[in-house]
């Protein structure tokens, strides 16, 4: 399960990462926003950090304006690595070193094409396992 997150700027860009994961197959869980009205990021970073915390969700989607302020939200829950990226190599990365749970997107910032490829290297990419990355993340854990 997916779960998924934006405020009124990241909205457009989440409607199409929902058409991605249903062609796709992935299921996924909208904690919303659900229009283009202002709204607040820290609250549904939040509802999809605790649920991937919890284990109701293997992994997150939030999408602000810039990816930045949902992600430092997202970072404040125990055991979320939230990785704000703006192109393929970064998400791929982000999963094989760091085993990031969410993916942060800026849709002011990156283009619906491109947040769609990177959206799909996150998702199909797995965690290295190497030692050195996994004694990494233990430290971030600490």
């Known amino acids: 399960m997916i779960g998924l997150g934006s405020d009124h700027g990241g909205y457009g860009l989440k409607q199409e990462v929902i058409s991605y994961l249903k062609q796709a197959g992935f299921p996924y869980q909208d904690y919303g926003c659900y229009e283009e009205r202002s709204c607040d990021y820290p609250e549904f970073a939040h509802k999809v950090a ?25 970072n404040k829950i125990k055991g979320i690595r939230a990785a704000l990226c703006g192109d393929c190599f970064s998400a791929q990365a982000a999963r094989e070193h760091n085993d990031a749970n969410i993916l942060a997107l800026g849709a002011r910032v990156t283009g ?28 971030m854990e600490e």
Do not use: D, M, W, Y
């Not at 939030?62 to 949902?70: E, R």
């Open 112 to 139: 619906p094409g491109l947040a769609l490829k990177i959206v799909e290297t996150f998702l199909h990419t797995k965690f290295s396992g190497e030692e050195r990355h996994s004694r990494r993340i233990a430290q």
């Open 50 to 74: 605790h649920a991937v915390a919890a284990g109701e969700c293997e992994k997150g989607i939030l999408i602000c304006g810039t990816g930045i302020g949902i992600s430092i939200a997202a």
